[in-house]
């Protein structure tokens, strides 16, 4: 049973609009989240993280928002470039141990 | 920042034989380190913990004889695939806690195994 999932594959989005990434969890347990960003082949990279006493953070493009009571989160990147095309991994943790999602592969086209 | 590096990051191997998998913690101690296992198109599945100088804890269903972990020193995590199978062929990935700042974890850069 997935405690962390990520409905959807993959997301289509035009360059300089907004590309939004969900996530839902079922542990209300888990006290911090993260996104991490993945290339093929290669080992995934933190991109932005909040904690469960938040419900918004921001860095940059990128904006994580929490909703505890819904038990889901998203990654808002404005304005989506190009080079965001990725797959984004949702991460939610428990006593330091990190449950991942499946992924959603983003593409930004030109 | 932390950086683990993971060696190598590509290795085609004979079934029946072992592969053994570093991660090196750079410019930190790891005291914790986890060992990812991915399919494709799927999750990283946590494979298992391990914690300087005391046997790793294997998840559910993963064959602790089979992926041996060694994790010696602070700054070195082992993983050993014995006597691979092509069904071990698989994308592996290290990740250790940065105890500093938050709860982020850094990632290897993942070691692609193809047992042949």
Not at chain 1, 20 to 38: A, E, V
Not at chain 1, 49 to 73: C, P, Q, Y
Not at chain 2, 25 to 42: E, G, H, I, N, V
Not at chain 2, 91 to 114: D, K, M, P, W
Request: hydrophobic share 35%.
């Amino acid at each position: 049973d997935q405690q962390v999932k990520q409905n959807s594959p993959s997301l289509s989005v035009q360059e300089g609009r907004i590309s939004i990434l969900n996530c839902d969890y079922t542990n209300s347990m888990f006290d911090y989240f993260l996104w991490y960003k993945k290339y093929p082949a290669e080992g995934p990279t933190f991109l932005i993280s909040i904690s469960s006493i938040k419900d918004k953070n921001e860095d940059g493009r990128f904006t994580v928002f929490l909703n505890k009571s819904a038990k889901h989160l998203s990654l808002h990147i404005v304005p989506s470039q190009p080079g965001d095309s990725a797959v984004y991994f949702c991460a939610a943790s428990e006593n330091y141990i990190p449950t991942f999602g499946r992924g959603t592969s983003l593409i930004v086209h030109p | 920042g932390a950086v683990v590096s993971q060696h190598p990051s590509w290795v085609i191997c004979k079934s029946g034989t072992s592969v053994k998998i570093e991660c090196r913690s750079l410019d930190f101690q790891a005291t914790t380190m986890f060992w990812y296992r991915q399919f494709p198109k799927q999750s990283l599945m946590l494979m298992a913990t391990s914690n300087e100088g005391s046997k790793a804890t294997y998840e559910q269903g993963v064959e602790k004889d089979k992926f041996l972990i060694n994790h010696a020193s602070l700054t070195l995590s082992t993983l050993t695939v014995t006597s691979a199978h092509p069904e071990d062929s698989s994308f592996y990935i290290c990740s250790a806690r940065v105890q500093e700042g938050n709860y982020g974890y850094t990632f290897g850069s993942g070691t692609r195994l193809t047992v042949v």
